[in-house]
């Protein structure tokens, strides 16, 4: 578990609670969803709204309605929406990250090393 905070609002991000990584998975099956809906032609004012309420949404099914609003403001801006969505990816990698190191830890205090396992292969 991590904290992660962002324009002020400091938001929990735990990538081996179950709860949590549901509403990731969701969130982001979601996204893409909308993503492959996104106007891609048009006025560029349009195409930026949606592309903003794709991250507002994100944020919202995370972490609760009003938390996109948080985040980013109430004024919608690309820049502000990426470099957002930046700092939380780079949050999520360290999570796992730090996660796995845990793991690998744990699990090679059972696991013989090498000089170990031919040592018992040759008896």
């Given at each position: 578990m ?11 991000i735990d ?9 990731y998975?969701?969130?982001?099956s979601n ?7 996104l ?6 004012s ?10 507002y ?5 995370i972490f609760?309605?009003g ?12 820049r502000?929406c990426e470099e ?5 990816i780079?949050?999520?990698q360290?999570c796992?990250t730090?996660?796995?190191k845990r793991q690998n ?12 396992r031919?040592?018992?292969g040759?008896?």
């Amino acid at each position: 578990m991590s904290l992660w905070k962002w324009n002020d609002v400091e938001l929990e991000i735990d990538m081996e609670d179950v709860e949590f990584l549901e509403r990731y998975e969701n969130a982001f099956s979601n996204l893409e969803l909308k993503e492959s809906e996104l106007q891609k032609t048009g006025k560029k004012s349009e195409i930026a709204r949606g592309y903003c309420e794709m991250f507002y949404c994100l944020f919202n099914e995370i972490f609760g309605q009003g938390t996109g609003e948080k985040l980013l403001g109430e004024k919608m801006n690309i820049r502000v929406c990426e470099e957002c969505y930046d700092s939380f990816i780079a949050a999520c990698q360290k999570c796992v990250t730090d996660a796995n190191k845990r793991q690998n830890a744990m699990i090679n205090k059972f696991r013989p090393n090498r000089a170990q396992r031919r040592a018992a292969g040759k008896k």
